[in-house]
């Protein structure tokens, strides 16, 4: 009797679990909140410490603009490359980790792999190719390249994994090879979803290039970090105002060709 009516529970109360849900939603915010130990008092009191820094960064000094855009430029450089480079070495590590295509053995290897590179900050590998190769945009570039591979190997093998397996399976019935069933089955579902991936991660270096230059790495970081060190925060407020419009038309630029390799 009590197995029946517990199985009618749901039926009779259908709210009870979304309920329950719902509490332990609630509880698990609660707790990270207790864990954060955020003083509100402190939040409160000191908004006139935050509006005095943001009135510093007012009014823009454009005497620097023609070192914004320059340091700009190389940023773009240092994206464009480290994506492309990342890009590349993440097409075979995603072939070696989706599950539709590799064995066992070579998908844990590949995701232990991409697990690696993703734990390590971008800060760090900017630290470890500065050391290598000095300050300036190679060891930024060589950073995100790296950094890309952790998110682009992923992206690319969610692609390959949600790629139709009846087409395969048809492949493979008329006796289609591995390259052949990669060429005309994978492939053709993959390079859309795939473009935009990279695009996606081409824009997001173009920001992370500018925390990068933080630890020297180049790019429009690194005159930012410079001006914000020297309390010269106007010419800083320059140098993000550039970031910002061009991180904004690559955006605008990048979701509408993503929207037209989506509809593909």
């Known amino acids: 009797m009590s197995e029946f009516s517990n199985t009618k529970l749901p039926r009779r109360y259908p709210w009870v679990i979304p309920l329950l849900i719902f509490l332990i939603i609630v509880a698990v915010y609660i707790w990270a909140?207790?864990?954060l130990k955020?003083?509100?008092e402190l939040l409160y009191s000191s908004w006139p410490n935050i509006t005095?820094?943001?009135?510093?960064?007012?009014?823009?000094d454009f005497k620097v603009l023609d070192v914004a855009i320059k340091a700009l430029?190389?940023?773009?450089?240092?994206?464009l490359w480290g994506?492309?480079?990342?890009?590349?070495?993440?097409?075979p590590i995603a072939i070696a980790s989706a599950n539709n295509i590799a064995p066992r053995w070579?998908?844990?290897?590949?995701?232990?792999?991409?697990?690696?590179?993703?734990?390590?900050?971008?800060?760090?590998?900017?630290?470890?190719?500065?050391?290598?190769?000095?300050?300036?945009?190679?060891?930024?570039?060589?950073?995100?390249?790296?950094?890309?591979?952790?998110?682009?190997?992923?992206?690319?093998?969610?692609?390959?994994?949600?790629v139709d397996s009846r087409s395969l399976e048809s492949l493979k019935v008329i006796g289609a090879s591995r390259l052949q069933i990669a060429q005309y089955g994978i492939f053709p579902q993959v390079l859309p979803l795939g473009l935009g991936y990279t695009l996606w991660m081409f824009e997001y270096n173009i920001r992370a290039a500018s925390v990068l230059g933080v630890v020297g790495a180049g790019?429009?970081?690194?005159?930012?970090?410079?001006?914000?060190?020297?309390?010269?925060?106007?010419?800083?407020?320059?140098?993000?105002l550039v970031l910002l419009v061009v991180v904004s038309v690559i955006d605008a630029f990048s979701s509408q060709l993503r929207h037209r390799l989506d509809s593909m």
């Open 33 to 35: 909140l207790h864990g």
């Open 106 to 162: 070579l998908r844990w290897l590949a995701n232990l792999l991409q697990n690696a590179v993703r734990s390590v900050p971008s800060i760090i590998l900017g630290l470890i190719f500065v050391a290598a190769t000095g300050l300036g945009a190679p060891a930024g570039t060589l950073a995100l390249g790296i950094y890309t591979i952790g998110y682009l190997a992923k992206f690319y093998q969610q692609a390959i994994e949600a």
């Open 219 to 240: 790019g429009i970081g690194f005159q930012l970090k410079s001006y914000i060190d020297n309390f010269e925060y106007t010419k800083a407020t320059t140098m993000m």
């Open 73 to 79: 430029i190389e940023t773009i450089q240092m994206s």
């Open 83 to 91: 994506t492309s480079i990342g890009a590349i070495i993440s097409v």
């Open 38 to 40: 955020v003083d509100f």
């Open 52 to 60: 005095d820094f943001i009135s510093r960064l007012f009014p823009p």
